[in-house]
């Protein structure tokens, strides 16, 4: 596989579930980011791997809570979420952090 | 704060009808204007990177071009293929890669 890979594509969850998604990419880059992208907003930047270690977290809940355990993948682990955290969270990866940033397509969430 | 404005929000075109795309920015210091191309169910591509003032950049039917308060995405005879949302993003962070993303303008080509 090439590129930036997101599972699941599609996820549905009630308020009182744990899950997590997975980001997975295969260029070789150093960095990593989680997004939010809900309907008629702009991409809002959630947090900020270099080097696997966390270089920003844009002020995001706590029952938002990431993981890098290296510079391939990166991880997003939900609980407890409420209804208007219902979202597409992208994943992007960059060589370093001033370099173009690629996208992977999502994981669709809802929650019930 | 660091700000994006895109414009318009949605834009129809018919095939081969040229127009332009606007971004404008406010950030205390560009290091960088992105733009991106995103089709529904699939996360944004990466299309050019814009560093300074004056700089263009070229692919296929697209050129962007940049100026201290804006850049301009200009589409020359569009296809139906080129109908998707065009992100601009900027880089104000001192390369920290916390990007500011613009609304996106929602292209349709019609044939």
């Known amino acids: 596989e090439t590129g930036v890979t997101q599972t699941p594509r599609h996820l549905v969850m009630g308020m009182t579930n744990k899950k997590s998604l997975k980001c997975e990419q295969h260029l070789g880059h150093n960095a990593m980011y989680w997004y939010k992208q809900s309907a008629k907003k702009p991409l809002e930047l959630m947090f900020v791997?270099?080097?696997?270690?966390?270089?920003e977290n844009n002020s995001v809940p706590s029952r938002f809570s990431p993981e890098c355990p290296n510079s391939s993948h990166l991880f997003l682990h939900l609980h407890t979420l409420q209804p208007e955290d219902s979202a597409l969270y992208l994943c992007?990866?960059?060589?370093?952090?001033?370099?173009?940033?690629?996208f992977g397509d999502g994981t669709r969430l809802s929650i019930l | 704060e660091d700000q994006v404005t895109q414009s318009p929000e949605a834009l129809r075109l018919q095939e081969g009808e040229s127009s332009s795309l606007n971004c404008s920015y406010t950030?205390?210091?560009?290091?960088?204007l992105f733009w991106y191309r995103q089709d529904p169910g699939k996360g944004p591509e990466f299309l050019f990177t814009l560093y300074s003032a004056g700089e263009e950049k070229e692919k296929e039917r697209l050129k962007a071009t940049l100026t201290k308060k804006e850049s301009f995405l200009h589409i020359t005879a569009p296809k139906p293929e080129d109908s998707a949302t065009y992100l601009c993003?900027?880089?104000?962070?001192?390369?920290?890669?916390?990007?500011?993303f613009g609304q996106g303008t929602t292209l349709q080509v019609k044939p």
């Open positions: 950030v205390s210091g560009l290091r960088g």
């Open positions: 993003a900027v880089d104000g962070s001192g390369n920290t890669g916390k990007l500011i």
């Open positions: 992007a990866s960059s060589q370093f952090q001033n370099q173009p940033q690629h």
């Open positions: 791997y270099n080097f696997k270690e966390q270089t």
